[in-house]
């Protein structure tokens, strides 16, 4: 008797999912990594992709663009997904009209995929797993938070960013307490100046902390971010530089990531 095939697991073969990077194969393809609506990130490439050939056929994979796409079959053993058929969903129209908004787009397209994992198109109990979702919405809401601050003419780069971030520290549980100062106990509400450390894990009052402190701008607009829904929340100009650097060390802290590697951030004024 000759040995018996193994059986193969069945794959999702289609998928919505946001564009985080892309990088070019040859002269008319392109490798995606897809963030899905599970949270987690997928590998495809889109022959012809990059558009061109003799239709002279424009591209629509962008970064940030939501996209339904039909994968071809795969073995269980293939990390590679193939696109047979794609389609936009959505795209940020506007925010390419405006540099520092595609900045901040890049951005946020950046750090989702530093922080979301790989999906496993295989594992039948994925539906199952909810453990990731947050990611997609945090990422998702951002995009969309971009794109009709812009169109309202309402684009404040520091708070798009900054609201992004917030929203992605409570989507990944290490959002700082807002309550009482993480050292002493005393209620923050009582401080017009404070500061967030990234070793204590949270806001400390001027008592604790009398240097490297900051206006309650931050703290505020946190506070929007614990209690409001994206859509909700319009950032203040006032937000200082400074404070996003804070909460940007205190991320890459939380989610040990390495600030340098995510060069987009200096872009942003």
């Known amino acids: 008797m000759g040995t018996i095939p193994p059986i193969l697991k069945r794959v999702n073969t289609k998928v919505e999912g946001i564009l ?5 194969y040859g002269e008319r393809n392109l490798i995606v990594k897809l963030l899905l609506r599970s949270g987690k990130l997928i590998t495809v490439m889109f022959y012809g992709g990059r558009g061109g050939g003799e239709k002279k056929k424009a591209s629509v994979l962008e970064l940030g663009t939501m ?10 053993t293939s990390d590679f997904q193939s696109a047979k058929e794609w389609q936009p969903i ?15 787009l890049c951005f946020i397209v950046q750090v989702a995929a530093k922080v979301a994992v790989e999906e496993d198109l295989h594992d039948e109990s994925q539906s199952f797993d ?30 798009e960013v900054a609201l992004y971030l917030g929203k992605l520290l409570v989507e990944l549980g290490v959002f700082p307490d807002l309550k009482s100062c993480i050292v002493c106990g005393h209620a923050l509400s009582d ?7 990234s070793q204590h894990g949270g806001f400390t009052c001027s008592n604790c902390a009398p240097v490297d402190l900051l206006p309650a701008d931050l703290w505020q607009l946190m506070n929007e ?42 872009m942003i004024p």
């Open 67 to 76: 996209l339904k796409v039909e994968l071809s079959r795969s073995k269980t």
């Open 191 to 197: 401080f017009k100046l404070m500061s967030l450390s």
């Open 90 to 104: 959505w795209m940020a129209n506007k925010v390419r009209d405006n540099h520092l908004a595609f900045y901040a």
């Open 20 to 24: 985080l990077s892309k990088h070019p």
């Open 225 to 266: 971010v614990a209690l409001k829904k994206s859509p909700e929340i319009k950032p203040s100009d006032s937000l200082e530089r400074i404070a996003l650097e804070r909460l940007w060390q205190y991320f890459c802290f939380q989610c040990h990531l390495d600030p340098k590697d995510f060069k987009t951030l200096s």
């Open 130 to 159: 909810q453990h990731s979702h947050g990611i997609f919405r945090a990422v998702s809401n951002a995009l969309v938070h971009l794109e009709s601050s812009v169109a309202a003419n309402e684009f404040i780069p520091r708070g």
